[in-house]
């Protein structure tokens, strides 16, 4: 009767000691370390290079530690931080990806009209005439093309400015795959289940909301968001869009994943690539050698020659939080130091949206993206002013079922009118 | 025995404690919240009476989760059993190894959702698609999950694979239950192998079916992890006339909308998912009072 | 064992075709294992250009492990160790308070014990879904309030498991204990044991078998679970468990293969090996626990 009374007491003494323990180490020397700055972000492709730039910045800058935490692509980056904020866990910088993360997290956002770099900038984010938001950098796309394939094809990228010409080349890539060693033209992605509708959903759809438009111009998505779809102007695109879809390697089309699509073009299996800038990093890492450009995405009948540029995301300060101060000297230090400008383009391959960097990117895409944007003529990205889950739950549905049923254009006009007179009941 | 009531108090104290503040109470605020305009970050809840359910029975989506799930619940009941009944009178047959086949057959039991979900993700996207190519077999060459007209039965697949281990072992204890001289005496009366399982064996483990059938039941129309994991809603396809995620079973359908901020909406659906499991759960209790009826 | 079992006197085809086809089963069980462990040893590369062919170098397998382990954004050895802090904790406090809540309305025969039972079994048919969001609201509210962190620690979400994990076990510590003769209490009882004493030195050691049961039960779920975790400690806290991890690292490297199948293989290893080393338990717990 004793034995067993004195192995519980024990038992339950030695459970105790564990939850002190581990309780303890759990939550003492994270306060112990001084200032903490926690950033949490979304940009899977610069994740090492923040993370070492986080960490060269704390060394320089003793009493700081910067804590960087990335959220990947199929993430749901709102979701993650709604669970954070719930937690008590809000970060002290955080993302934004437009003015719907704006009104959510309004509360949290802290003025930075005074900081020195806004006057650096023309992409800063600002609601009511003040700064809240510290662009990212500078993203865009076009059609990414394998220069080596296309001038082994005696085609010109140059002269892919319409849809008719698209027509054409794309027609005399997939006659010449076996000479070309490629086994699509196109490597672009539109399924749900591979967490790629973006690709088609998001980044395609932006060309029928800014393209051909002047740079500013938002009248398209305008009438969208009231419900109203230009018919005629979504026809062309619908057309592209089908011509894309129709020379796509369909089984990354249909399913494949970010890595299946990078990989591909990288391996020069496909002409062409429906991705951004932020790929560099990706194609550099795959050892891609072969010349990299971008070509216009030409939906419309007429010319266009532009390519897409947007400040995609802005970093905000957690006003509420203790170490807003130094989360604020920690964005500046990025903007406006050498360190900070060599992290942005060198190490993460960006193209920093502030005047004063002078250096250049590495990466073929970004270099090709610099040079459309000093040459002007380009169109603005605006699927950010779509309300919250309207391109995941509702577009991207409709281009994943169009892209496995790519001849009934009439069903994927309609579907989108549908889906655009929805819009402003979300 | 000196019962002390303070002592009993003590006694059930923690649990009730933990019940009360894990379950109870946000029970009570989650049925309260499916009739309000809650948002999940905005402070303010304005109640609005029952618009959030109004709205789910002609939202296509929802409907189209509420129905694949069940027909994801049927397909599961029937393959989940029948595969794990089949295994069953393996591992307690004359088979050589069969202690090492039960054991093998229920390893994927312990694996959880979210991880198996990525591994047959990788087999069905990948793997399958690289023996299609080596081997030339069209039928290899696009990943099944792609086809949004088989993809629940995929899925019944993997989580047949999961839980017929598991299921298993209902059945083999039943089995094993059984007296054995009851089986030699019909060997021994010349019925043939199909007749001592159908007339003797399966109606003396009429019980373990019970168990089983509202065991794949009630996990089947709860799944959300491998949901998440292997087909993450895809690919979509057409109903009502409006493009929809194929796979996007009910708990998914919830996690969906409230990632969009559409908490009060899915705490509406989430209430729709108590309701039919407490159905589910009535049937249970009347299905056991009928057989001890019987019994 | 072989109680019911195949046909007797069977001619010799059929038997090999019925081993045949279990041989293909089990394959078939056993495949995406095999899977796994193949390709956590290639390089991404590799896996791009086949994803069923022999890795180059089973070598790479070690290089796949030491790059998770040494990752700086996925935690992966710090989720180890709180899922296994988090899960054994639980497991405590699931099995000491929910049998000491079952005895107790097992043995008093009021009507407030017979309202409990009713409503911990009752609370089983209710769906997480229903309560997960108001549940993480919920816990920041009290958090607040008696400035008592929940959200984002082990102690919060070892209370949340003791919450859910309560109403099954004591529903099967409720069966199990009811079959054990009143007797052997009442003689403790007989010889100036207290009530307290008469659970832990009679009553408690009686539980052995069963408590196995509620262990592997709770063992195998809170070992694996996503949706609680993810809610209670969120997806990049200081906290983490492995599914989550696990999502995380899927999530950071977009379906960078290599390493998702090899965070997998390390995510299930630890729990393969023990069901291996202790199966006779695992298989009768569980049995035990899905007939209750």
Redesign the interface.
């Known amino acids: 009767m004793r034995r067993p009374f004195v192995r519980i007491v024990s038992i339950v003494a030695a459970i105790v000691c564990i939850v002190a323990v581990a309780s303890c180490s759990k939550a003492e020397p994270k306060q112990a370390k001084g200032v903490e700055i926690n950033m949490f972000q979304l940009k899977v492709e610069i994740k090492d290079a923040i993370d070492g730039y986080a960490a060269a910045y704390s060394a320089a800058h003793p009493g700081v530690t910067v804590k960087v935490e990335t959220l990947g692509g199929?993430g749901?980056y709102?979701?993650a931080l709604?669970a954070k904020?719930?937690a008590g866990q809000m970060p002290d910088i955080f993302v934004i990806e437009g003015l719907g993360g704006y009104n959510?997290?309004k509360d949290y956002i802290a003025d930075l009209s005074g900081e020195p770099w806004v006057k650096d900038t023309d992409l800063a984010m600002k609601v009511d005439g003040k700064i809240v938001g510290f662009p990212v950098a500078i993203e865009g796309y076009g059609l990414a093309y394998n220069a080596d394939i296309l001038a082994k094809a005696g085609i010109d990228p140059a002269a892919l400015t319409t849809r008719a010409a698209y027509e054409k080349a794309l027609a005399k890539l997939d006659s010449m795959k076996k000479e070309l060693g490629i086994t699509a033209p196109v490597s672009m992605a539109a399924?749900?289940?591979?967490?790629m509708w973006w690709v088609a959903a998001q980044h395609n759809l932006a060309c029928y909301w800014g393209g051909g438009l002047a740079f500013d111009d938002t009248s398209v998505i305008d009438k969208a968001l009231k419900g109203e779809l230009d018919e005629a102007r979504f026809t062309q695109y619908a057309k592209y869009l089908q011509l894309l879809f129709k020379y796509a390697d369909?089984?990354i089309l249909?399913?494949g994943?970010y890595d299946d699509q990078v990989g591909a073009f990288a391996q020069g299996k496909t002409a062409f690539l429906h991705q951004g800038n932020w790929v560099d990093p990706n194609l550099k890492q795959l050892g891609v050698t072969f010349t990299i450009g971008y070509a216009p995405h030409a939906f419309l009948d007429t010319e266009q020659k532009g390519l897409y540029l947007f400040a995609p995301s802005w970093y905000c300060v957690n006003s509420k939080s203790p170490n807003a101060d130094a989360a604020k000297a920690f964005l500046t230090a990025m903007a406006t130091t050498p360190e900070g400008h060599d992290y942005m383009v060198n190490k993460a391959g960006m193209i920093p949206a502030f005047k004063s960097v002078t250096l250049k990117p590495a990466g073929q895409l970004s270099q090709a993206l610099m040079a459309a944007n000093a040459k002007g003529g380009n169109y603005g990205v605006f699927f950010g002013m779509l309300p919250?889950?309207a391109g995941?739950?509702v577009f991207?549905?409709?281009?994943?079922?169009f892209a496995?049923n790519q001849k009934d254009l009439p069903r994927f006009i309609s579907?989108m009118k549908?889906a655009v007179a929805d819009l402003p009941k979300m | 025995?000196?019962?002390?009531r303070l002592?009993?108090i003590l006694?059930?104290a923690?649990?009730?404690f933990?019940?009360a503040?894990?379950?109870?109470?946000?029970?009570g605020?989650?049925?309260y919240?499916s009739m309000t305009d809650w948002n999940?970050?905005n402070p303010d809840i304005n109640f609005v009476g029952f618009d959030n359910f109004a709205g789910l029975f002609s939202s296509p989506?929802f409907i189209y989760s509420f129905l694949i799930t069940v027909a994801y619940t049927a397909i599961n009941i029937v393959l989940v059993n029948a595969v794990s009944f089949g295994?069953s009178?393996?591992v307690?047959?004359?088979?050589r190894g069969?202690n090492f086949?039960?054991?093998?057959?229920?390893?994927?039991?312990?694996?959880?959702?979210?991880?198996?979900g990525?591994?047959?993700q990788?087999?069905f996207?990948?793997?399958l698609?690289?023996?299609g190519k080596?081997l030339s077999i069209a039928a290899l060459?696009?990943?099944f999950?792609?086809r949004?007209g088989s993809v629940i039965w995929i899925m019944a697949v993997v989580n047949t694979?999961q839980y017929a281990?598991?299921i298993m072992?209902?059945y083999?204890?039943a089995?094993?239950g059984?007296p054995?001289s009851l089986?030699e005496a019909a060997?021994v009366d010349g019925a043939?192998?199909p007749t001592?399982?159908f007339k003797i064996?399966m109606p003396m483990m009429a019980n373990?079916f019970t168990?089983s059938l509202f065991?794949t039941l009630t996990t089947s129309f709860?799944q959300?992890?491998m949901n998440?994991?292997l087909?993450?809603?895809?690919?979509?396809?057409?109903f009502m006339?409006?493009?929809?995620?194929a796979?996007q079973l009910l708990?998914m359908n919830?996690?969906?909308t409230?990632?969009?901020?559409?908490?009060a909406e899915?705490?509406a659906?989430?209430?729709v998912?108590?309701v039919a499991?407490?159905v589910v759960?009535l049937l249970q209790v009347a299905a056991n009072k009928k057989k001890e009826v019987e019994l | 064992?072989?109680?019911?079992?195949?046909?007797?006197k069977q001619l010799k085809p059929a038997r090999i075709l019925?081993?045949a086809l279990?041989a293909l089963?089990?394959a078939?069980?056993?495949?995406?294992?095999a899977?796994?462990v193949l390709?956590s040893s290639k390089t991404s590369r590799e896996?791009i250009y086949?994803?069923?062919a022999l890795p180059e170098s089973w070598g790479q397998l070690l290089t796949n492990v030491r790059l998770i382990f040494t990752n700086p954004t996925v935690d992966y050895l710090g989720a180890f160790w709180d899922s296994t802090v988090i899960t054994f904790l639980s497991l405590v406090?699931i099995v000491l308070?929910?049998s000491?809540?079952a005895?107790?309305?097992v043995?008093?025969k009021s009507v407030w014990s017979a309202v409990?039972f009713m409503?911990?079994v009752a609370?089983m048919?209710?769906?997480?879904?229903?309560?997960?969001?108001?549940?993480v609201?919920?816990m920041r509210v009290?958090g607040d309030a008696l400035n008592f962190r929940l959200l984002g620690t082990v102690r919060g979400i070892v209370?949340?498991y003791?919450?859910?994990g309560?109403?099954l076990s004591?529903f099967i510590f409720h069966g199990f204990i009811k079959n054990i003769p009143y007797e052997l209490?009442?003689s403790a009882?007989i010889d100036g044991c207290?009530?307290?004493r008469?659970?832990f030195l009679v009553v408690f050691p009686l539980l052995k078998p069963i408590i196995v049961t509620v262990l592997i039960l709770n063992g195998?779920w809170i070992?694996?679970?996503?949706?609680l975790p993810l809610l209670v400690l969120g997806s990049n806290g200081v906290v983490q468990t492995i599914?989550i991890a696990?999502?995380a690292f899927?999530g950071a490297y977009l379906k960078q293969?290599d390493l998702?199948?090899t965070s997998?293989l390390i995510?299930?290893l630890p729990?393969?090996v023990l069901?291996?080393f202790a199966?006779r338990y695992i298989?009768k717990g569980?049995?035990e626990g899905?007939?209750k």
């Not at chain 2, 307690?92 to 088979?95: K, L, V």
């Open positions: 199929g749901d709102g979701g709604k904020s719930q959510i997290w399924s749900v289940a591979g967490g369909q089984n249909l399913n994943s919250d889950g995941q739950n991207g549905p409709i281009f994943d079922l496995q579907d549908k | 025995m000196r019962r002390h002592v009993s006694f059930v923690p649990c009730v933990a019940f503040m894990n379950i109870l109470i946000p029970f605020f989650g049925l919240y999940g970050v989506d295994l009178l393996i307690t047959g004359r088979i069969r086949l039960r054991a093998g057959f229920f390893i994927p039991y312990l694996i959880g959702g979210i991880v198996l990525y591994i047959w990788f087999i996207n990948n793997a698609v690289a023996v080596s060459q696009t990943s999950l792609s949004p694979w281990g598991y072992l209902i083999v204890a089995i094993q059984i054995a089986m060997e043939n192998y001592r399982i064996l373990a168990i065991l709860k959300f992890d998440l994991t087909t993450n809603g895809g690919p979509a396809t057409r006339d409006t493009p929809i995620k796979s708990a919830i996690f969906s409230a990632t969009a901020n559409r908490m899915a705490q659906k989430a209430v998912l108590f499991l407490v759960a | 064992m072989t109680v019911v079992a195949a046909p007797g019925l081993g279990v089963l089990f078939f069980f056993m495949a995406p294992f899977m796994v390709n896996i086949n994803a069923i406090v308070f929910s000491m809540c005895w107790v309305l043995r008093s409990l409503a911990f609370a048919v209710i769906p997480f879904q229903v309560l997960m969001y108001p549940l609201r919920w009290i209370f949340a003791l919450g859910f309560c109403p004591i209490e009442e009882t207290s009530q307290g008469t659970f195998i070992w694996n679970d996503y949706l599914p696990v999502t899927a293969w998702i199948l997998t995510a299930m729990i393969i069901y291996l199966q298989i569980m049995v899905a007939i």
